[in-house]
């Protein structure tokens, strides 16, 4: 391990080598500066964990010197030694990125708490940092953040298949990332240019599930007032994703793998064939294999959607991505709402770690999203996590819950935070007013309930 390496700048010498001693006997490298010129000097050609820094200072003083350091690393670590007279100065050196200051005459063991205290700063800022440039080296598929074996695997395959036009079928609990996988291998494919549609399968009703697939003619129903083209034929020329393609129903299936053997589909209510040029990705939360035993899902459809199967591991089989995960979603809310934050303590980071975090990465998200909305301090701590275990700190999630149930509760949060002020909480949402309040509406939810 690297010595730790502090730079002290002074312009009275006996203070100097007062210091130097006392954090020599701590084990640290010591350097000394007997001016500013001299000390930023120094520090702009070494490499220091700490700078101790005067105030007064003759050739060039303490708030110009801690200004010039900023500048020159955002992230150095600075602690103040000021008279009693100047702590209003301290005050505003702390403002410009000083860690914090020390009043002289101080007694060794305060100093030695400060500086403690300040390497362990300087320690979790230098491991975020890495975390960060790892976040942007790491194997990462179009979005999808993982470096873990599994994860490697699943992006090595996705990589693989994506140039050709084979069938995929992902398998995958909620919320951990089917549709965001399909469409990264969809992005990486020839078929790029062309439209990615995704149908939910399972959102729809049986009823509905054949026009929103094939489209109708006009007249075909008493309601089809005009003509509509489907999902296949808008996927056209690119992709069409069927998410949670194990709720569709047998009779549906046979008209789907009619489409991938023949290319060809009929609206409802037409009797032309109509040639298409879509590839299918398909996915599913369910046991399939189970699925054909039970008599629910048709083997040959099976065996013409599996032709490459992806399996997505759950969060608590790919735990060595839960920091870097988490640094990717520290950052993109940071960015968001405008907040100076830099990682974690490493007791927040071992409660992400420990959790069983049920509903996936989507889990993890929104409960990041949480913490930097709320977060005070620049490096998030434990106290500030919200986990189900929590109780009634924060909402409980069941073992395991529907999409719509995951963005019902997020949404009551937001609005619980926001005091259900709808232009605010329709801000930290990323969706208009009128979509919240049409959520609202669809979830019933209400201030009092």
Partial sequence: MPETRILVVDDEENLRRLLTKLLGQEGFGVDEAGDGEEGLAKYKAGRYDLVLLDLKLPKLDGLSVLRAVMEHDADAVVILITAFSTIDTAIQAIKLGAYDYVAKPFRPE?????????????????????LQD???????????????????????????VAPTDATVLIYGETGTGKELLARSIHLQSPRSKGPFVVVNCG?????????????????AFTSAVTSRIGKFERAQDGTIFLDEIGDMSTAMQVKVLRVLQERVIERVGGNKPIDVNARVIAATHRDLRKAINDGTFREDLYYRLSVVPIELPPLRERREDIQVLGMHFVNKYAVAFNKRIKGFSPLAMKKLRGHAWPGNVRELEYTIQRVVILAQEEVIGAEEIWLDEQGAVAPTFPKAFSLDEAERRHISVVLKMTEWNLEEGSRVLGISPDELQGKI?????????
């Fill in 441 to 449: 509406q669809a979830h019933r939810l209400s201030e009092t309930g």
């Fill in 110 to 130: 305060e100093l030695m708490i400060v500086v403690n205290q300040a390497l362990e700063r300087g320690r979790l800022v230098k491991e975020n940092r890495a």
């Fill in 134 to 160: 790892e976040l942007m080296r790491t194997f990462k598929f179009e979005g999808i953040v993982g470096d873990s074996p599994k994860m490697r695997q699943v992006l090595q395959l996705a990589a693989a």
């Fill in 203 to 219: 959102a729809i009703p049986e009823t509905l599930l054949e026009t929103e697939l094939f489209g109708h003619e006009k007249g």
